[in-house]
């Protein structure tokens, strides 16, 4: 769910790992995806369809499964509807349609799709997994994700590039929580002591999410500085505004590394956003 070099009106370097998986598992589903997004299109089925479809999937497959302990299910489910993320972005390409409204509504529904499953954990913790520790531990994940996402967002808006790429991003965070949730509930099967995984990926997001916050509030400071002074102006800038801090609209959180995998973008022929 989550990052791209070429999206439906996105841009991102990814890191190295993230290019080989581009090169080869993106390129194998992207030819496997094909001829379901042709078959879509001829059906009349728009790609921002598909967008909306499988995050309402994802949404369905967190909030039914996850806080019921059913987590080899809802982990089946989630990743069913995972590749909508690649289907629409295919369906795009085919039709030669990139535009802002794409890149908006992806970004933002990769959002609500990571907001769900951190919160069926959250809500499994709070009731019958009855730990609130790891309740809390969840809402963190689900709260510095956003975060994480807003600080790279923010950033760009006002004009910075924001080239870092930060230690665990939205592509990572959905696939060490997801995987781990799967292996979990292999646990309703008879394999012992295996629960444990979920609260260990738990903790390793959350403490991944604030490094890179971190690495990203560090990146965005240098960067302004370095602006300024390239511009010559250290200081207040004119009219009033204090560095920028009121310029420009609010944008949508995205996570162009990888969080929107859901963190979540739509890629050219050769590749295609990661997901969560």
Known sequence: MGQPVASRGRAATPTLGKAMLNKYARAFFTRVLTPFAAFLIR?????????????????????VFFP??????????????????????????????SSRWGAFLDSTLDRVADSAIFGGFALWYAGSGDDNILCAVSIFCLASGQVVSYTKARGESIGLPVAVNGLVER????????????????????????HVLLPIALWIVAVGSVVTLIQRVVTVRRESAEADAATGQEGDRPGGQDNGREQGPESAPQD?????SQDSSKTSSQSSEATS
């Open 256 to 260: 162009n590394s990888q969080d929107n």
């Open 43 to 63: 059906r009349g089925v728009s790609p921002d369809t598909v967008t909306l479809l499988g995050t309402a999937g994802v949404v369905a497959g967190a909030l």
């Open 68 to 97: 019921r302990g059913e987590f080899f299910w809802g982990t089946i489910v989630i990743t069913l509807f995972v590749f909508s993320d690649l289907v629409d972005g295919n369906m795009a390409r085919q039709m030669g349609r």
């Open 171 to 194: 592509a990572e965070r959905l696939v060490i929580s997801l995987v781990a949730a799967g292996l979990a509930g292999f646990e309703t099967f008879g394999v012992p002591g295996i």
